[in-house]
């Protein structure tokens, strides 16, 4: 069957790469993407921090690992060859007190474990000679990390789909996927009806409810985080040479607020990690009252707010309060001033939780027969956005 039909539902990095996956594994076979918004890169993709991760973070056996560290690789093969502007800076992970060492030497170990080559500690002056204004007891320098502007990559995934002649089709809302009895899929939008023979959904901050409408008991709700940046006026930028990371908080999912110089010259500061009241909302006062109750209600939402209160509480603390999160930066780099600090974007990570209250951490796919759900592609899903598209175009044609 060579005339296979497959419709991804998402226009972001996963949705793109694992399109171009498929039409780049699979000749013959037609791809259309359908995109709800006016653009790729809406959402998640296009409000990141950037960053080409290494696979350094990541519990070693974990999709996560092994797809962050291959999709690193293919990510920067891509962008060398369709001239998306790029840079592997590498980056150092700084602990800046006796109690952050194990988790540092424990990040350095899975680091090690993960396959990357380079890693190297840093001690006193030597953390000076590489970031002359952070200071910290112990760093570790990891070579392999990168900066990209994920909306350029999604755009040019984009256009080398339509120049292999796929359909990405903008501004078209899925709202209803049904498996007929003979197996062949009717993908329902607010403008058409499609038929496919595969359908893949990678809908970011919607994939729970996307999933449902095939498996209406899927145990995972998607609790929205909004992570908002601060901006360093330009005259400052040269504070930061590279991206310096905090030892995160290994009890929470998300990294910690960091450093980061852009591929556009610009150093961003950011992100914190606060519950969104809206999943697409990035101002602080954007509310969407179903979004808001379908987190309330969901049993698991009530574990995660016992569990993470205090850490919550800090973070809400910072989001209001600019000069405390200065004095979370300053504590990597001293120099840093809270008028050197203006605001800037904000982005709502999708942070997939189970039943239990547990946030899922790895990256997490759920087949009903011919559709296949991304369920959960948080961090570091736009680096190993590519890998990602490989597993499911192998599992896509497996399900022939
Ligand atoms: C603040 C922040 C910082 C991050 N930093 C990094 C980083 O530095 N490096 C890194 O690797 N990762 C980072 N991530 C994670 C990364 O951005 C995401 O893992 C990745 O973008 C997920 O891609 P996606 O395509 O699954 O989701 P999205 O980019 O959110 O795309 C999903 C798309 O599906 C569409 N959609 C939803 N429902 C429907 C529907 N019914 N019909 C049609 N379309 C629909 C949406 O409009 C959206 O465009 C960060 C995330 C955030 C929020």
Redesign the pocket.
């Known amino acids: 069957m060579n005339q296979t039909r497959v419709i991804v ?9 694992t399109a171009y996956r498929l039409v780049t594994s699979r000749p013959g076979w037609t791809v259309t993407v ?4 006016t653009s ?14 290494s696979g350094i973070y990541y519990k070693p056996g974990s999709l996560k690992a092994r797809l ?1 560290v291959q999709g690193s690789r293919d990510l920067v093969d891509f962008c060398r060859t369709h001239d998306v502007p790029h840079r592997i800076c590498g980056k150092i992970v700084l602990a800046t007190s006796p109690g952050e060492l194990p988790g540092l030497e424990e990040i350095a170990r899975r680091g090690r474990e993960n396959g990357l080559e380079g890693l190297r500690w840093l001690e006193g002056a030597e953390i000076a000679a590489v970031e002359p204004n952070a200071r910290g007891l112990r760093a570790l320098w990891v070579p392999q990390t990168g900066i990209v502007d ?1 909306t350029r990559v ?1 755009e040019r995934l984009a256009d080398v789909l339509r120049d292999r002649g796929s359909d990405v089709r903008l501004g ?4 209803g996927i049904e498996i007929r009895p003979r197996g062949d899929v009717v993908v329902r ?1 607010d403008r058409a009806e499609w038929t496919a023979d595969r359908v893949v ?7 729970d ?2 999933a449902r409408m095939t498996d209406r008991d899927v145990a995972i709700r998607i609790v929205p ?3 908002e ?1 601060y901006k360093v006026r330009q005259e400052r930028v040269e504070i930061v040479r590279g991206l310096i990371y905090p030892v995160p908080d290994p009890r929470f999912p998300f990294l910690g607020v960091h450093f ?1 110089r852009m591929i556009d010259g610009g150093l961003e500061a ?2 914190n990690a606060v519950l969104a009241l809206k999943r ?1 909302g990035y101002r602080k006062t954007d509310i969407d009252l179903n979004d808001l109750w379908e987190t309330l209600t969901w049993p698991g939402f009530h574990a995660v707010a016992r569990k993470y209160w205090k850490t919550g509480l800090g973070e809400y603390y910072r989001s209001f309060s600019k000069k405390a999160f200065t004095k979370a930066l300053q504590r990597m780099v001293p120099e840093v001033r809270e008028d050197d600090l203006m605001p800037g974007g ?5 942070q997939a939780s189970e039943r239990n209250g547990a946030l899922m951490d790895d990256f997490s796919f759920v087949e009903h027969g011919p559709v296949l759900h ?1 369920c959960n ?9 590519l890998a990602i598209g490989d597993v499911i175009a192998n599992r896509v044609a497996g399900a022939q």
Not at 172 to 175: A, L, N, T, W, Y
């Open positions: 539902v998402g226009g972001g990095i996963v949705g793109l790469a359908i995109e709800k918004e790729v890169a809406a959402h998640q993709t296009g409000n990141n921090s950037g960053v080409i991760h962050c994920y999604a078209e809302k899925v709202i939008t959904t990678c809908a970011g901050l919607h994939s409810r996307v985080f909004r992570g940046y980061t950011g992100p697409e904000a982005g709502v990570r999708a991304v592609a948080p961090s570091p899903a736009a680096t190993a956005s």
